[in-house]
């Protein structure tokens, strides 16, 4: 059995794999040359003091021990069964749910309405340079979803809802650094994410599973309470025996499909807000307590959040060293997300700064039904997109948005398509507008230097969680409608993040075998 130790290491000592065996010798009281193996199976950072420490938790193996050997692959049922699962959607939730069957012996067959990832690069790329919005290929759609070029944190407080472990392995074992499997807040990067994705899907298809791609489903042909054929925009149809609904926050034209044959689905509470981006030097001062971060800390972050006129107040998905990136689907619509690369050595730090919108936010839209938030969201959106007429974004420094002040000049962004200046407590709902400016407030009396007219706010960050839930029963995860239905992930109401959504994937497949 290893000895199982707890280590506090300065920083410079936690860079060295070297420093790192010597110290748990010393609390095993060993030596060195006994130790033939040692495991970091967390590690995390405090930075509360003014001495800042690097915590370890390790598994030391000696000597003459048998070592621990790796995990395998995704085991390889011979042959498959002749059951099978129509997936819908190939971002985190579709994937895994994809692994999953396999892993049971169920063939899965992905219909993907976007690219394979090396073909998403042109289309991204164009949304930079020509500010044009392919509405099937972009930031959000395409093979492995939002979260292929949405930076690849990995971090999820779903604990109780799934083997994260299991998630984390998958991912090393397709190419991810180890790290992932002990770091606190494991974090992959948008750069590495393309090349990962493309060993899954290949590893999907050489255990006999399919993936199509440019099949955007426009249509259920439905029989008896079941989905028999799914029906394509290119007229290509698939009969099916059970079908896992997996298309993303963004897939609102899945929505409406659903809406419209009276298949239930319900409005739900999500947030809406903007992107705050600082100066990373900034947020390193701040939270560091020191001038230079120097080369043994890593970029810092933060987390905040609050409670102003009544309404939850919250950073979400912050980005150190990252860019702001457009994650619009149409062209006549402005949505920004946030995204790091694995190295987080950019100049600046943004995150998602959002409220919460409740139900009676979007009464105006009663008559929409359950697309009534979901209406309330495209507003917001479009009105952002009037703002400038382009996807170049509507930005105010933050002093100035407290203050109710047009900015004069907006310093330099990350934000490649360009930003122009525009009084955003004219564009948000003045409910979002009033607690996001008292937020900020109570967040720069927590962070002192964190509220800077340096900063800017860039519109809209609108997509931090899905404006509609596809019901399904607690138990079964099917439909209460449709028998052979399994709403998944983000899209259906039931993830937020890469890993929650692919341990949803996970659960839905393995339902298939009740």
């Keep these: 059995m290893p000895v199982q130790l707890e280590l506090k290491l300065s920083p410079e000592q936690a860079a060295s794999a070297v420093e790192i065996k010597k110290a748990a010798a010393n609390a095993a009281q060993i030596s060195v040359e006994q130790i033939a193996q040692l ?10 003091k003014a001495q800042i420490v690097f915590l370890l938790k390790v598994e030391v193996y000696l000597q003459g021990e048998t070592l621990p050997s790796p995990s395998s692959l995704v085991p390889r049922p011979s042959p498959l069964s002749s059951k099978t699962c129509h997936i819908i959607g190939f971002g985190p939730a579709g994937i895994f749910a994809a692994l999953q069957c396999l892993e049971q012996g169920i063939k899965p067959i992905i219909l993907e309405r976007g690219k394979e990832v090396k073909e998403r690069i042109t289309d991204i790329s164009a ?9 099937e290929s972009n930031y959000c759609f ?5 979260g292929t070029y949405s930076d690849g944190k990995l971090y999820t407080r779903s604990s109780k809802r799934g083997d994260i472990k299991k998630v984390l392995d998958l ?3 397709q190419g991810a650094d180890e790290r992932i499997g002990y770091e606190a807040h494991p974090h992959i990067g948008t750069n590495k994410l393309p090349r990962i994705i493309e060993n899954i899907r290949h590893t999907i298809l050489e255990n006999g599973g399919e993936v199509h791609f440019n099949k955007k489903v426009a249509d259920f042909k439905i029989v008896d309470g079941e989905i028999k054929i799914i029906c394509c925009a290119d007229g290509s149809e698939y009969a099916c025996e059970n079908v896992i609904l997996a298309t993303g926050h963004s897939a609102r034209d899945i929505f409406e499909l659903l809406h419209a044959k009276n298949i239930l689905i319900e409005a739900k509470p999500f947030a809406l807000g903007v992107r705050v981006e600082h100066h990373q030097s900034l947020i390193d001062n701040i939270q560091y307590k020191r001038n230079e971060r120097g080369e043994y800390l890593p970029p810092a972050t933060y987390s905040l959040v609050t409670q102003a006129c009544g309404r939850g107040v919250f950073s979400f998905c912050m980005c150190p060293g990252g860019v702001i990136a457009p994650a619009s689907t149409n062209a006549n619509e402005t949505v920004v997300n946030g995204w790091s690369s694995s190295a987080r050595n950019g100049p600046f730090s943004n995150s998602g700064m959002v409220v919460e919108v409740k139900p009676e936010n979007w009464a105006q839209f009663e008559n929409k039904g359950a697309l009534a938030a979901l209406e309330f969201q495209k507003q917001v959106e479009q009105k952002a997109f009037a703002a400038t007429e382009s996807i170049q974004a509507p930005a105010q420094r933050m002093e100035d948005f407290i203050q109710k002040k047009i900015s004069k000049q907006i310093p330099r962004s990350s934000y490649l398509p360009g930003l122009i200046s525009h009084d955003l407590n004219l564009l948000l709902p003045d409910f979002i507008a009033e607690t996001l400016r008292q937020g900020l407030i109570d967040f720069g009396k927590k962070m002192r230097g964190y509220r800077t007219n340096e900063a800017i706010l860039v519109g809209v960050e609108s997509r931090s969680s899905s404006p509609v839930r596809i019901p399904r029963e607690k138990e079964t995860l099917r439909h209460p409608q449709i028998k052979n239905l399994f709403p998944c992930g983000e899209g259906a109401g039931y993830a937020g993040g890469i890993v929650s959504a692919a341990m949803d994937g996970m659960a839905c497949a393995m339902k298939l075998s009740d």
């Design 39 to 48: 495991k970091i199976v967390r590690k995390s950072l405090d930075a509360r």
């Design 127 to 135: 949304i930079h340079k020509k500010l044009f919005i392919n509405p």
């Design 142 to 146: 395409g093979e492995g979803g939002a």
């Design 171 to 173: 991912f090393i074992q």
